[in-house]
């Protein structure tokens, strides 16, 4: 039986420029996208939450959120995967969980709908990834979890705010 991290968590982008500003791939933070993405790293750090593995997709916008939580958090450290770049599913998040090896950490950086559908898929809850929001899951099985936290933007500042 292959074990997996012992928590998942999902950080989706911050908010970007429009759809029509370039193409997706390429599309950036905007300046309230790059704040609501250092905001997660300090958050994340004030609740005293460190990561194995750090993986986001290659999309600019993604890259640019993970680096920059990746500052707040002291993480210098991240790997881009294309499996986060689109369809990325329940399958794929524990493939790369599992690399991290047993009881680790490991936070994804990426894209709605795939991480509210991926934590539906291990809870059985319906969630609301909002841009910059974090979802943090403890496993409690091979494709079981349970929410351990669902944090929005307005939140992810007032924790950092605290540190």
């Given at each position: 039986m292959q074990r997996v991290a012992q928590q998942l968590w999902f950080l989706r982008h911050g908010e970007a420029e429009p759809h029509d500003a370039r193409p997706d791939e390429d599309r950036r933070l905007t300046e309230r996208g790059e704040e609501q993405s250092r905001a997660a790293g300090r958050a994340l750090a004030a609740l005293d939450i460190s990561f194995q593995l750090v993986l986001s997709s290659?999309?600019?916008?993604?890259?640019?959120?993970?680096?920059?939580?990746?500052?707040?958090?002291?993480?210098?450290?991240m790997v881009i995967d294309e499996s986060l770049d689109a369809d990325f599913g329940?399958?794929?998040a524990l493939e790369l969980a599992a690399g991290a090896g047993d009881d680790k950490r490991v936070l994804f950086v990426g894209h709605n709908p795939d991480f509210a559908q991926v934590v539906h898929d291990l809870t059985r809850g319906d969630v609301d990834m909002k841009k910059g929001g974090i979802a943090g899951l403890r496993?409690?099985?091979?494709?079981?979890g349970e929410l351990l936290v669902l944090l929005r933007p307005r939140e992810i500042s007032l924790i950092a705010a605290s540190r």
């Open positions: 290659p999309r600019v916008r993604a890259l640019d959120t993970a680096r920059l939580a990746c500052e707040g958090l002291g993480h210098e450290r329940v399958d794929d496993m409690r099985g091979a494709r079981r």
